[in-house]
C-alpha cells in the first residue's frame, strides 16, 4: 500500500513589504527556506517572507483546487478578509 502524498497550500507575507504568496509544497518548512533564500524568481525581491497559513490536504488533486481557488479574485478576497 503506498502512502499518501501531502501537500500543503501556504500562505507567505514579506516582511518589509506589503506582498503575499500562496503556493503548494509536499514540504512547508523547505519551500519557506527556499523563498527566504532567493530561488524563486518572484518572491526574491521581497524577502525575507514569513509563512501566515498553512493547510494540509491528504489529495494532492483538493490541494491544487483550493491554491487555484485563492490565486482567483474570490480567492484574494477571503484571504484578506481570513489570513
Avoid: D
Avoid at 68 to 76: C, D, I, T
Amino acid at each position: 500500500m503506498q502512502a499518501k502524498a501531502r501537500m500543503y497550500v501556504y500562505s507567505i507575507k514579506s516582511i518589509n513589504h506589503s506582498k503575499f504568496y500562496i503556493g503548494i509544497t509536499a514540504n512547508p518548512k523547505q519551500r519557506l527556506s527556499e523563498h527566504n533564500s532567493g530561488k524563486s524568481l518572484y518572491t526574491n525581491k521581497y524577502k525575507p517572507w514569513k509563512m501566515e497559513v498553512c493547510i494540509w490536504f491528504a489529495s494532492e488533486q483538493k490541494a491544487r483546487s483550493f491554491e487555484k481557488y485563492l490565486k482567483s479574485g474570490s480567492g484574494r478576497a477571503f484571504c484578506s478578509k481570513h489570513f
